[in-house]
């Protein structure tokens, strides 16, 4: 039997959850040792998949099927293709950056780093797995580790109201979804929940029309498509630094990759008919979002308003249904990922030392917390799409992909049009924070501000080196990813 | 009759877990003579260890396909899956019994307990309308006597004479009905009752129908027969509680599922769709009332109303898949209803109170408990990875599988309103501080066993169900 590679980076955080609940109630350390450990297995066992995933070849590979539930048709079966792969990466970095962020945290430590790898569990579960009755079901694992870890952890005034708007809205869209992969799997007649199998069907045309809006909406409201996107910004705003960081950078994007997998390759007749619609949301996505980004003073809610209207970029990469685009969506969730997740985690560094967040009492950060700024600034010209970082990159394609898409309807290069323009405004308001938080005179009282532990530096120079070495060699994202949107593309045919 | 055979040997397999109840209920109320006081206690080791001896030989025992005592029962698969769900809720209750102080000691009530399950295994596998109604009041008249039984406490002794008013009442109605029933097809058994309902007026049968239903639903606290609950569930002893909200409300399923598929399937496309709108009606009224609630228990009867509405759900697909996950529903709300009751047992010993306040700084002063009651909370909530999520799953997709997709998404915006009740105990356990958060709570031996076999059948029902669900649906076989 070959190793079970996607398995032991799907438990290995699972286990040292465990292994931490199992600590004796006092220890301190113990539980963030344990937890790196874990999320560090994960992470190079994710890199070792990146860099063994065979490119020519392409389609799922690293696969494992294990019957689970025989009677209804479901197996553990997991398995990933160039996409996949892409995003396993993802999440090995950000939950290994997001323990070493939280190394500061003192309060229930074992409760605090168990919760988080189990969220972290939950991601790449949803993330590997081919079979849409336990992809569902570590869908919705995240959610009761993320509410207790808002609520118990996250900032006061808020987490009780933000974590609760936040699980209910992502479950409500979840269950709304599972209807719609109930409705699937009695209509396929095959009696499996397997997505290899069913993506070979062609269900009736009128059945994927009725169905395709519930499924793909009640993923993508944990994409935060507009208008189901508010409970975003607050509960990112509420909760504590690592779960804003893996929320934003991979949870948004196992519902947008898994509203992909679904709604549009299960029912490609669906998404032919309705996305042509669908793409006015995700223009409200970017539109919108950064408009609000631009006049909101609450550093925290900025970076959250920012990562709505990202994921609109990726939703219409996947909106646009041809291959240009789906790159551009997949690469855009990689380095938006990468990009939240750095902001949000120089958001925590600066809140943790002046508990504010309201940029225009901030100032002169630069000074005190000099690698933070320099973070903030490689994550935000990632961000507004500056050539050299990989953002560039995702966005071009995604807006290429936009215009080559004016066969499905005619409005489609407008809207690309559109969301180009709105990078203008990331710039804007990735500068403004920039200026308010860090340039500026320093508030005198901030002058001994402790400055960041080398923990902090080893996140950020991670997900930098990522960004920058992405943007620069493209080679090292490209191939991979086509080679998962192509596998994709040959099983609908060309479509 | 006349030809038949009287009395054959054989049959008294088919009741044998019955006739071991009776001979355990005897044998408990023996030692409790024999016992000097201090050391009653024992008598829930001696329930629930004779409890298990009867639970396995009900699954082992090899039990003879067909009806016995000329048709009055038939121990056919599922009724023995419902059975042996009655007794394991009855272990794990002897067991709770043992950690609530004002009952603990108490022999007479360690053989109520038994009589009351005796009567709901009878009930799960009567096939004859006689029958079934001497099950049922063997059953309720033991639990009214159960809810009252502590006769100092005034919330007790109310909540006993409402259950027994209200309890006569609907079982006085059901009565009327069964009487009807035998009036319209001149039997009492239920395949000459169906055979002959086919013959009969509609409307008559309809509101036989209709009558015997009221019965069934104050046992399942169904609306609009579910009044009785949040009085009841509050006054009662909490084991009592906790007895009443799982194994009475799973007897009262077991004999809605066998009745609605042998006694009124001529009835057809109508009684689904009452059934449908009951179901509805059923679990967004819980849930709603339940949002409000302050005090645990009376929360816990509203969700337990809840409840009964989603397992509606799967009786209102009347399918193969429909039946099955309703039996597997009720499983997984067997052992988890009885960890959450579990945990109120033993924080209201301690504080005295059973307000969702004062769960406040719990999972600072027992991890253990507070991961109980959260594991229950998430459970009945409907979230991954635990076995409530799992049992509504297969639930919905009964419904979706029989067309009613209404129905689903009507369950699906229950589900969410459920959670937010649920999510605002978990957040009082595990966010909330307390004055005495430092103080640990002791957790004796009995609780211990019963929080730990419940949180592993929580989360091992969560993921790895299809062992479990794979018994249950080919028991469900033998009715298809």
Redesign the interface.
């Known amino acids: 039997m070959e190793f079970p590679v996607l398995s032991v980076i799907i438990f290995a955080p699972a286990v040292a959850a465990v292994l931490i609940l199992l600590l004796p109630k006092d220890r301190q350390t113990e539980p963030k040792v344990l937890a790196a450990a874990g999320s560090f297995i994960s992470f190079v066992l994710a890199i070792w998949i990146f860099l063994a995933y065979d490119r020519g070849a392409g389609g799922y590979q690293f696969v494992e099927k294990v019957p689970w539930f025989p009677a209804i048709g479901s197996s553990y079966h997991v398995g990933v293709n160039g996409m996949g792969v892409m995003l396993v990466l993802l999440n090995g970095i950000l939950l290994f950056c997001a323990v070493l962020i939280s190394w500061r945290i003192d309060e229930r430590p074992r409760e605090f780093f168990a919760l988080l790898l189990l969220m972290g569990v939950g991601v790449f579960g949803a993330f590997a797995l081919l079979d849409l009755l336990l992809l569902v079901l570590f869908y919705e694992l995240v959610l009761f580790p993320i509410y207790l870890l808002i609520v118990n952890w996250g900032w006061k005034p808020l987490r009780e109201y933000g974590a609760m708007k936040l699980t209910l809205y992502l479950l409500l869209g979840s269950l709304v979804a599972v209807v719609g992969i109930l409705a699937i799997f009695f209509t396929s007649g095959l009696g499996t929940f397997d997505m290899v199998e069913l993506e070979g069907v062609a269900l009736p045309v009128s059945f994927q029309r009725t169905w395709f809006l519930p499924i793909f909406l009640g993923f993508a409201v944990l994409a935060s498509i507009w208008p189901f996107y508010s409970w975003s910004p607050d509960g990112y705003a509420a909760a504590p630094t690592a779960v804003s960081m893996l929320h934003a950078g991979v949870l948004k994007n196992v519902g947008a990759f898994t509203a992909f997998r679904v709604a549009v390759l299960l029912l490609p007749e669906g998404a032919r008919f309705w996305m042509p619609y669908v793409v006015f949301l995700m223009v409200m996505n970017v539109v919108y979002a950064t408009f609000v980004a631009l006049v909101h003073t609450d550093f925290k809610y900025i970076i959250g308003f920012a990562s709505v209207a990202h994921l609109g970029v990726v939703l219409m990469g996947f909106a646009s249904l041809n291959e240009l685009g789906w790159s551009g969506a997949v690469t855009m969730m990689f380095a938006h990922g990468i990009i939240a997740a750095m902001t949000f985690a120089v958001v925590g560094m600066v809140y943790d030392r002046t508990h504010i967040r309201e940029i225009k009492q901030l100032g002169g950060m630069v000074q005190r917390l000099p690698w933070a700024a320099v973070g903030f600034i490689v994550a935000g010209l990632a961000s507004m799409g500056m050539p050299g970082f990989l953002g560039f990159i995702a966005e071009v394609q995604v807006f290429l992909g936009l215009w080559r898409a004016a066969d499905l309807a005619p409005w489609y290069p407008v809207i690309a049009i559109i969301s180009a323009v709105g990078i203008v405004g990331t710039a804007a308001y990735t500068l403004r924070a920039l200026q308010y938080v860090f340039l500026g005179k320093l508030n005198p009282k901030y002058a001994d501000l402790p400055g960041t532990s080398t923990l902090d530096k080893v996140a950020l120079v991670l997900m930098s080196a990522v960004l920058i070495l992405g943007g620069v060699f493209p080679f090292l994202v490209t191939p991979i990813v086509q080679s998962g949107v192509q596998s994709v593309l040959a099983l609908l045919g060309g479509a | 009759m006349g030809g038949e055979t009287v009395f054959n040997a054989i049959w008294l397999l088919t009741i044998l877990p019955e006739l071991l109840l009776l001979i355990l209920a005897l044998i408990v109320l023996g030692v409790d003579l024999a016992l000097p006081a201090e050391r009653k206690r024992s008598l829930g080791v001696w329930t629930a260890a004779g409890l298990v001896i009867v639970l396995l030989v009900s699954l082992l025992a090899p039990v003879p396909e067909e009806a016995a005592f000329g048709g009055l029962v038939r121990a056919d698969p599922l009724g023995r899956v419902f059975r042996a769900m009655f007794l394991l809720g009855g272990v794990l209750v002897a067991l709770m019994s043992m950690d609530f102080r004002p009952l603990r000691q108490d022999g007479p009530y360690y053989g109520m307990l038994l009589f009351s399950l005796l009567g709901m295994c009878l009930m799960a596998v009567a096939e004859n309308l006689v029958m079934l109604y001497v099950a049922m009041e063997l059953t309720s008249i033991s639990a009214y006597v159960l809810v009252g039984y502590l006769r100092e406490d005034t919330f007790s002794a109310e909540a006993g004479l409402k259950y027994m008013l209200f309890g006569a009442f609907t079982s006085a109605v059901m009565l009327y009905g069964l009487s009807l029933l035998f009036g319209l097809t001149g039997g009492t058994g239920y395949m000459e009752v169906a055979a002959a309902l086919r013959e009969a007026p509609f409307s008559l049968a309809m509101v036989g129908f209709l009558m015997v239903l009221v019965g069934f639903g104050f046992k399942v606290a169904m609306v609009p027969m579910h009044f009785w609950t949040p009085d009841v569930y509050q006054g009662a002893p909490t084991p009592v509680t906790a007895f009443i909200s799982v194994a009475s409300k799973a007897a009262g399923f077991a004999v809605m599922l066998r009745a609605f598929r042998f006694i009124f399937p001529s009835l057809g496309g109508e009684w689904v769709a009452l059934m449908v709108a009951i179901s509805a009606v059923t679990m967004t009224l819980g849930n709603i009332f339940a949002v409000w609630q302050k005090n645990i228990k009376r929360m816990l009867a509203y969700s337990s109303v809840a409840q009964a509405g989603y397992i509606l759900i799967g009786v209102a697909a009347a399918s193969r898949l429909g039946i099955a996950a309703a039996a597997f529903y009720l499983i997984i709300y067997t052992v988890t209803n009885i960890a959450a009751f579990a945990t109120v047992v033993l924080v209201s010993n301690l504080t005295g109170s059973e307000d969702i306040e004062s769960f406040a700084g719990l999972?600072r002063r027992s991890?253990f408990l507070a991961w109980g009651l959260m594991l229950a909370l998430?459970s009945l909530g409907g979230?991954?990875?635990f076995a409530g999520?799992?049992g509504k799953?297969?639930l919905?997709?009964g419904a979706?599988?029989s067309g009613l997709?209404a129905l689903?998404?009507i369950g699906?915006?229950n589900?969410?309103v459920s959670?937010?009740y649920y999510?605002?105990v978990?957040?009082v356990v595990?966010?909330r501080r307390s004055e005495e958060e430092e103080e640990p709570v002791p957790i004796p031996v009995p609780s211990r066993w019963v929080l730990g076999f419940t949180m592993a059948a929580i989360v091992i029902l969560g993921v790895?169900?299809?062992p479990v669900?794979?018994w249950v649906?080919r028991a469900s076989g033998a009715w298809f």
Do not use: D, G, H
């Open positions: 999972s991890k998430f979230v991954p990875p999520f799992i799953l297969i919905f997709a979706v599988q997709i689903v998404v699906v915006l589900v969410i959670l937010y999510l605002n978990a957040k595990f966010e790895l169900a299809a669900f794979n649906w």
